[in-house]
């Protein structure tokens, strides 16, 4: 089915959009991209700013048609990522029948931000909107939300005891460079395949810490099984105008011309003002996503590589053993 945008009536069409992909769900994935465009307005970046990043969008794509199992999305402060997973959760609940998914932050504010978004509440985007109310089960809770489909939406606190219990297909963990590790662990063991839809992990955070939960994530994603998408804040960023100069932006040492191919969101100004306002560690680990920040380390050159050895002594007594 060809959506043309423009043409859409504001009621009527939306309805019948609905419906028609809940009878014969998304042939393509730029169906999806269009049908996400079309009924909320929200543009997802697609374009490859950075070449060492992943468009976001390819994380809906691949969380939607379950190419991915267990992902990882790095992202810079106001890139999006908790709204994308929010996004990602109600295609889910909406489009998959008996798919439950539970949400966890690093703290029930962070878990409540993700939920936002889907009510529309504080500074959430709003995606269930009066169209999908004939779809919702009973009155939409934070503590459960359930669809006529029989999926569900639960948001947890961050506890032991919350984190066990029953076993949904989808784990979302919001900010997890501010969660506990042992809940973080404990968390990991609740996804479970059935009903045809697979078990999956999906973690969004900012990594701001050094030697935090996140750089761990990352260090070991590829034997944990997680696909990692990353995007900066220049693979979020509108497009850069032709008007503007380049040699006298403040951008251009870290730009280098990739916004005039940007698609995105993010306003350039706000870009700008906030590099002005931060130190150059907080702008490249919380917007660029380079490394991890070492602001507040009393030995910033420590390396956990280089500085951390085996004790000679207990490597002894064990060969004595």
């Not at 996804?191 to 697979?198: F, V, Y």
């Not at 900012?206 to 070991?220: C, D, P, Q, S, W």
């Not at 403040?250 to 003002?273: M, N, P, T, V």
């Not at 507040?296 to 390396?303: A, P, Q, V």
């Amino acid at each position: 089915m060809k959506i043309q945008v423009g043409d859409l009536d504001p009621v009527m069409v939306r309805r019948e959009l609905l419906d028609y992909y809940l009878r014969h769900s998304f042939e393509s994935t730029e169906e999806l991209l269009e049908f996400i465009e079309a009924f909320w307005k929200l543009r997802v970046p697609r374009a490859n700013v950075c070449p060492e990043h992943t468009p976001p969008s390819q994380y809906i794509i691949d969380s939607f048609f379950e190419r991915v199992q267990d992902s990882v999305c790095w992202a810079n402060r106001g890139g999006g990522k908790t709204l994308l997973g929010a996004l990602a959760t109600w295609l889910d609940t909406v489009f998959k029948p008996e798919c439950a998914t539970k949400i966890l932050g690093g703290s029930l504010e962070q878990s409540k931000k993700m939920y936002q978004h889907l009510t529309g509440e504080g500074d959430g985007w709003g995606l269930v909107t009066e169209d999908f109310q004939y779809l919702i089960e009973g009155e939409m809770l934070a503590a459960k939300t359930a669809t006529v489909n029989g999926s569900n939406i639960n948001i947890l606190t961050a506890s032991m005891k919350s984190v066990r219990g029953p076993h949904p297909q989808k784990l979302k963990l919001d900010e997890v460079d501010e969660c506990d590790d042992r809940i973080y662990e404990a968390a990991l063991l609740i996804p479970k395949t059935k009903r045809g839809i697979r078990a999956s992990t999906q973690i969004y955070s900012t990594m701001h810490k050094a030697y935090g939960l996140m750089n761990r994530v990352i260090e070991e994603a590829a034997l944990s099984g997680y696909k990692i998408y990353k995007w900066c804040v220049f693979d979020v960023m509108k497009k850069c105008p032709e008007w503007r100069e380049c040699d006298a932006c403040e951008l251009w040492e870290d730009c280098q011309g990739k916004a005039r191919h940007a698609d995105g969101f993010y306003s350039i100004e706000d870009a700008i003002s906030e590099k002005r306002k931060v130190s150059r560690d907080t702008w490249l680990s919380e917007m660029l996503c380079h490394k991890p920040s070492q602001e507040g380390l009393i030995y910033k050159e420590f390396d956990i590589n280089v500085h951390v050895v085996s004790d000679p002594f207990e490597d002894e007594q064990e060969g004595a053993g």
